[in-house]
């Protein structure tokens, strides 16, 4: 026997229980909700094979929400479920969709309402024939009808099976919800890559993997365009993460050395005893271990460029060499004797204030000279207004096919994401967006999930920006001041004092532009110190550190209620 003949056995021996049957083995379905056509035509077979409920439909309103329309059906054909159409309380169907009340029709051929529309009367059997109607709701509001044919002079009461299509209508509602949901996240996804198509096809940073519509992005971008024609060495500053890698290879790939190679080297990742080898080469036996003879990074870009990351981490003799390559266009390799001609153009790039640098004595100045012919200030992810709910709705792309889910964001989070201060830039964005699309539940990325992530990330060691790295035997804090330390005079524009993090974390400047960060984020949390710095990616301490240095503290008196 099958399971369905099983099933049909088990009721005909006790028909008490024919209505438990059909509830149990429909919500076995509900794990299949996201084919609502199999869900919901199996358990309108249930109710046929094991109640007698025949014939039964599933009418929800078309697309004009003028008509109703039999959308789901089992014992209709075709030609049956294209009649079945209705007008908002035409007929027993319409009155149930309109009034949201049970109908029951005793006697189809005694009732004028009862439209022998979908079903023609001959098709029935020649008994009398029952019709029964339950309103589908969603939040108390009808969103469709459930309907079916019985045997008026069957021993089931007609109220157990009005109770049984109530539950039934209350799990198909459950099952169009979901197929609601999974409609607009899927329609939210195809606009979300719609409008990243745009972008990316409406200008050139797009082709080039440097995603933004910012004043201070589309900067960046023109001077990176003007200067890549040329020869000129450019210097990129800015934050970590801020995409340096990237727009170096925008010099090369739109310069007339695009056709050569694009070599990177990150100055601060390779130990000083093994870099000069890196950068230059070696001759065979020029250390132990050189077993022959290797081309160095600079010799490898010949023809093309050269990307040196953290330039302000090249150890100091080196420099000496690095800048014999401008001025030359020659090389020594380790250990060898004679100059090697090279022609390669050398951008790079630095998280540090290098005048700074050279003010202390820790790099040279004719090499920051030699490099500093075409800076170009890569702007932080904060001074890019709306460039973050852009590159949000990029990396929530990119992680949503990494990971293999189908995560959409829900209404505020794309908002308290462009509240966020990023000190960690586009890097530590992508980041959070992964681990968001990784702990989403249901597919919807909420707002909680996105504060518990950025509470985290307030843990995170702070991002050392360009020029707060304090010199060489500068102290880190005044012990027992409870202040949390001063440094070398800052940049312009910065007042005095950085605000190192408690457990060895960085330097960050306390900019007076800060300020309207500062009291908006304690308004928006309602005075709530800890809440507020999280918002802004700062710890407690940093917070308070910040609201002395600027003076902000009684003006919060007067503004905020106390803690």
Known sequence: ?????????????????????????????????????TVIGRMLRLLSQITGLNRGRVVLPDASGEFMEIRYSYGLVAAERERGRYRL????????????????????????????????????????????????????????????????????????DITLLRIMAALIARVLKVDELIREQTAALTQENESLREALSSNQEGRHGILGESPALRQAFRQTLHVSPTQATVLLNGESGTGKERFARMVHLTSPRCDGPFIAINCAAIPDALLESELFGHEKGAFTGAVSAKKGSVELASGGT?????????????????????????????????????????????HKNLQEAVNQGRFRID???????????????????????LLARHFLQVASQEFDRNAAFETGVLDRLAAYNWPGNIRQLENV????????????????????????????????EA???????????????????????????????????????????????????????????????????????????????RMDKLGLRQERQNALPAD
């Open 1 to 37: 026997m099958t399971h369905a003949q099983v099933i049909q056995s088990s009721a005909r021996a006790d028909s008490a229980d024919a209505e438990l049957l059909v509830v149990h083995e429909a919500t076995q379905w509900l794990s299949h909700m996201n084919d609502p056509d």
């Open 89 to 160: 309380g035409e007929g027993v169907t319409g009155r149930v969709m309109r009034t949201g009340q049970v109908a029951v029709v005793q006697d189809i051929d005694a009732e004028p309402v009862y439209l022998t529309r979908a079903v023609e009367r001959d098709t029935l059997p020649d008994e009398t024939v029952a019709f029964l109607a339950v309103p589908i709701l969603s939040e108390d509001q009808p969103m469709g009808v459930l309907g079916a044919h019985r045997i008026r002079e069957r021993h089931r009461p007609l109220h157990r």
């Open 306 to 350: 050269l990307f040196l990351d953290e330039i302000g981490d090249l150890a100091f003799d080196l420099q000496s060499k690095l800048l014999h390559v401008l001025e030359k266009q020659t090389i020594h390799r380790v250990g060898g004797t004679k100059d090697v001609p090279v022609d390669v153009r050398i951008i790079a790039a630095t």
């Open 367 to 389: 090499l920051f000279y030699r490099l500093n012919v075409f800076p170009i200030h890569l702007p932080a992810l904060r001074e890019r207004d709306g460039d973050v709910k």
């Open 433 to 464: 967006i992964k681990r968001a699309v990784l702990v989403a539940q249901n597919g919807w990325i909420t707002v909680a999930d996105i504060e518990l992530i950025l509470t985290h990330e307030s843990h995170v060691s702070d991002h050392l």
């Open 467 to 545: 020029g707060a790295m304090p010199a060489a035997g500068q102290p880190v804090s005044n012990a027992g001041s409870g202040i949390e330390g001063e440094s070398v005079a800052p940049p312009s524009g910065m007042v005095g004092h950085a605000a190192p993090v408690v457990a060895g974390r960085g330097y960050r400047w306390v900019r007076e532009d800060e300020a309207d960060a500062l009291m908006q984020a304690l308004r928006d949390t309602g005075g709530n110190k800890t809440q507020a710095a999280a918002r802004l990616g700062m710890t407690p301490r940093q917070f308070r550190y």
